[in-house]
């Protein structure tokens, strides 16, 4: 067992691998949270266009030559004007709500990518906030991380019952005369949140599935909300561990390594599923 | 002062205040028109505590738009709803219980927790349930006899035991008013007729139900008020009276079946005939 041990605590010595596994673990828990309601709601798409759009606020912020710790403000501010954007456009119905998403995500994207070109040396600090960073988290990082993510979980813990009642009967939510709207755009706000905080671990182009495909896992092993909720935060966090080792061990990219366990759940739980279906 | 404030942020509903005296639910020369097309034309009916009124008429003929304007989810392009004397959007007494085929059956919940849903307005914001809404659902439950099946995914319940589920919610909200949209439809003999005793049993307790339906014979039999309906209101009152072949042309035009035998009038079938109807 020795080596086995090793293995897992060997990295531990460097303190970014420390503050690496800190931010997998909290951005699985808290992503898997939010993405519950995005995958009962079928807003897979909301929230890949959303993290692609985040990608002109963090540039402008990043040409401002700013630290770290405003690029966080930079996408944060981003994140909250572009989904209540999309959240207003969708209501305005001259276009199909997915059509008028994918013309906002293309657009802010190309943006993004065309601010981000105007400086000479862009390929690194691009492919950082593509594809994520996250051996580059810093001490406040983590805090910011932290405040954020704790506060994410406790609005969704809070409010549980109106956000079920909300994704499960939009009507019963009107004739029970909750502020629908209001739970709408909290929801926008809370997913827009999500995005900025796992920024930095893996990226917008690899956001969605930190988002999706933990909860999407969990809604095959349970027909539970609170119980998915619970397995989805477990395999999110627990695909960043252990992605956060294999990109250590076999040197690939931690976000791709820490999304590609989070798939390898999926298949899991979906063949689980398909043969216990076979054999009953 | 604070509360006041709150209220006006609609993010606590101020609540309407039932007017003694006044019928429980009145229409006055409703209509609505959404992108320039009529969907409900000069409607005026009134309902009184404890009727059951069967809401019938062909496809796209306003019955679910009609629901959805007493409700208080469209509001009316012009006239006036009244429920117990005041408009429907403060009222959290008017139970929606939606199409079979709206609802999405793999959704993770328990039919103990779509029914706690119905409480949810009672509760008001940062309260969970407590033992007394707990005694609320099960009550419900044990009134349309699903309590066996409280705790069952509600993807696992058949038919008739998903309307009663729903039923079951609309009593946990402690509803006045239910307004049912195609309750029966898909739904076998048995089914239907255990819908009906809770539907007696509800009637008997004061509770007013209006249902959508396309089956003229069971709102025939099982009706002392029947609504014809097709955009404009062709017709209210006993079912003897209203689906006369006048009136059953005027709503359906050449899309129903007429057979005269002797003094009865059957109505074999209309062109509906599939569960998602508009």
């Known amino acids: 067992m020795i080596p086995l041990v090793d293995l897992l605590l060997d990295p531990l010595n460097y303190p970014f691998m420390v503050r690496g596994l800190l931010a997998t673990l909290m951005v699985g828990v808290v992503c898997a949270t939010v993405g519950t309601y995005m995958v009962l709601r079928g807003m897979a798409f909301f929230g890949d266009a959303l993290s692609h759009a985040i990608l002109p606020g963090v540039a402008l ?74 051996l580059g988290v810093s001490g406040s990082d ?40 209001f739970f709408e755009y909290a929801l926008y706000l809370l997913i827009a949140i999500a995005i900025v905080v796992s920024l930095q671990t893996v990226g917008v182009a690899l956001m969605v599935a930190m988002l999706i495909t933990p909860a999407a896992s ?20 627990l695909s960043g561990a252990i992605g956060l080792y294999l990109s250590y061990y076999i ?21 689980g599923r398909t043969i216990q279906r076979a054999i009953v | 002062m604070i509360a006041k404030r709150l209220h006006k942020t609609g993010l606590i509903p101020q609540h309407a205040v039932h007017q003694p005296g006044s019928p429980l639910l009145e229409l006055c020369a409703v209509s609505l028109r959404y992108n320039g097309r009529v969907a409900l034309e000069a409607v005026s009916f009134q309902v009184n505590n404890g009727q059951r009124v069967a809401v019938v008429g062909p496809n796209g003929a306003g019955k679910s738009t009609l629901f959805k304007v007493i409700a208080g989810l469209l509001p009316a392009t012009s006239g006036e709803v009244k429920v117990s004397g005041a408009g429907p959007g403060g009222h959290i007494c008017i139970a929606y219980v939606p199409q079979r085929s709206q609802v999405d059956w793999e959704f993770p ?29 099960h009550h419900a439950l044990e009134v349309v006899g699903l309590s066996h099946l409280a705790n069952r995914q509600i993807g696992e319940l058949s038919g008739g035991e998903q309307q009663r589920m ?19 439809t898909g739904l076998d003999l048995p089914s239907q007729e255990g819908i009906f005793e809770i539907l007696d049993g509800l009637g008997q307790q004061g509770v007013t139900v209006l249902i959508a339906m396309h089956d003229l014979k069971l709102a025939t039999d099982r009706f002392e008020q029947v ?14 009276d209203i689906f006369t072949p006048e009136r059953l042309v005027a709503a359906y035009g050449g899309h129903l079946h007429l057979v005269g035998a002797g003094d009865e ?14």
């Open chain 1, 218 to 237: 969990a809604s095959l092993l349970t027909r539970r909300l609170p119980v998915m909720m619970s397995l989805a935060a477990a395999i999110g966090a």
């Open chain 2, 227 to 240: 609504m014809l309906l097709n955009r404009r209101l062709i017709g209210y009152g006993k079912p003897t």
């Open chain 1, 251 to 271: 040197n690939i990219a931690s976000g791709a390594a820490i999304v590609l366990t989070c798939t390898a759940f999926f298949a899991l739980a979906w063949l």
């Open chain 1, 61 to 134: 912020g990043y040409l401002a030559g700013g630290s770290r710790g405003s690029l966080f403000w930079w996408g944060m501010g981003t994140a909250i004007l572009t989904s209540m954007g999309i959240g207003a456009l969708s209501k305005g119905a001259r276009v199909k709500e997915d059509t008028a998403i994918g013309i906002i995500f293309a657009g802010m994207f190309a943006l993004g990518i065309a601010l981000i070109s105007t400086v000479r040396s862009y390929t690194v600090d691009l492919a950082h906030f593509l594809f994520g960073d996250v």
């Open chain 2, 265 to 278: 009038l059957l109505a074999l079938s209309d062109t509906c005939c599939d569960e998602a109807t508009g």
């Open chain 1, 142 to 181: 983590l805090v910011r991380m932290g405040i954020f993510g704790g506060l994410i979980v406790i609005a969704v813990l809070v409010f549980y019952k109106e956000f079920l009642v909300l994704s499960f009967d939009p009507t019963l939510a009107s004739t029970l005369r909750l502020p629908v709207r």
């Open chain 2, 109 to 137: 919940v328990v039919v103990n927790d779509v029914v706690m849903m119905g409480r949810i307005g009672k509760l008001g914001l940062l309260r969970w349930p407590r033992a007394r809404d707990w005694d609320y659902v």
């Open chain 2, 166 to 184: 729903f039923i079951a919610r609309a009593l946990a909200q402690e509803a006045e008013l239910m307004l049912m949209d195609e309750p029966l």
